[in-house]
């Protein structure tokens, strides 16, 4: 599932790209390293061990490009991004605790994550699933820190999307078998990557404290965002061959769309543009 081609890198990114995640990644490790300590648990403690594992696997290396979109989507629609970086790291636990679960022997079976050894690997079965059931539930208690309406909107956005109707339905489908045509593929990307982009975008929206139809907005275009960057994953992975043609036109049309969609909501300047245009030009 790791992407093995530094195209898609933050590294590789054009340069407004790379000047955003470079200033925001140190702020949103620090938010999640400040919200996963150890300082509750003795050494030798069963959970001391289980906390150890939720920051492994949470803190590791990353491209945080959720939790970052979080922060763009705030700011873009006149918002400070330090108001949503609660939310921000809390979906980066999210994200976290898919990965965990998707690289169990009983799912992908992966070995190796993001260059170091999975979390059951490194630890062992048990310990991984607790420890993505851990995130998760971390997760929600920190966007119940937003307070107030923000936090009943917040915590609703991330079960919706990280719920069996979308992101666990995508990996249902994975799970199934390779899809039969792009129709299945992206019904498998709305839900593993999409859902998690859209719940990211409109989340900044909540933080900012937009209305209805800008949060609607913005979650349409994280969608698209979201699943035209897992079409260029693929095709850089070298992965669903057959669908390529025209999976790469959906991938142009789907980031043409996110970028539209950006200019509308924010200043032509915004990461939330720039973002955008990084993966349409990816087609």
């Known amino acids: 599932m790791a992407n093995g ?3 898609l890198s933050p590294g590789a990114a054009p340069e407004e790209v790379r000047r955003f995640l470079d200033r925001v990644t140190p702020m949103i490790d ?3 390293a400040r919200r996963l300590t150890l300082e509750a648990y003795e050494a030798g403690d069963p959970a001391h061990r289980l906390a150890e594992g939720m920051r492994y696997a949470a803190l590791g290396p990353g491209k945080r490009l959720r939790p970052a979109l979080c922060l763009a989507a705030c700011a873009g629609v006149g918002g400070r991004e330090q108001d949503a970086l609660p939310a921000a790291a809390a979906l980066e636990l999210v994200h976290a605790y898919t990965l965990v ?21 490194a630890y062992d079965e048990a310990t991984a699933v607790l420890v993505g059931d851990a995130l998760l539930t971390r997760a929600f208690e920190m966007l119940a820190d937003l307070g107030g309406q923000r ?12 719920g069996a ?4 339905a995508g990996q ?4 199934a078998g390779p899809p039969e045509d792009v129709d299945g593929l992206e019904a498998i990307h709305r839900g593993k990557t999409g859902a998690l982009f859209a719940a990211a975008a409109e989340l900044g929206g909540i933080c900012a404290g937009v209305e209805a139809d800008a949060r609607r907005d913005l979650a349409d275009y994280g969608m698209a965002l979201g699943v035209a960057f897992q079409h260029a994953d693929d095709r850089d992975d070298g992965e669903h061959a057959p669908l390529r043609p025209r999976a790469s036109a959906r ?3 789907l980031a043409g769309e996110a970028e539209s969609r950006a200019r509308a909501l924010a200043a032509p300047d915004s990461p939330l543009v720039a973002l955008a245009a990084w993966i349409r030009g990816k087609a």
């Open 172 to 175: 249902a489908r994975d799970l």
């Open 151 to 162: 936090a009943a909107d917040a915590i609703r956005v991330v079960a919706s999307r990280a």
């Open 251 to 253: 991938l142009a049309a």
């Open 165 to 168: 109707a979308e992101l666990l």
């Open 30 to 32: 620090a938010e999640l």
């Open 5 to 7: 081609d530094p195209t």
């Open 101 to 121: 679960h998707d690289d169990l022997p009983a799912m992908d079976d992966d070995d190796v994550r993001r260059g170091r050894p999975t979390v059951h690997r």
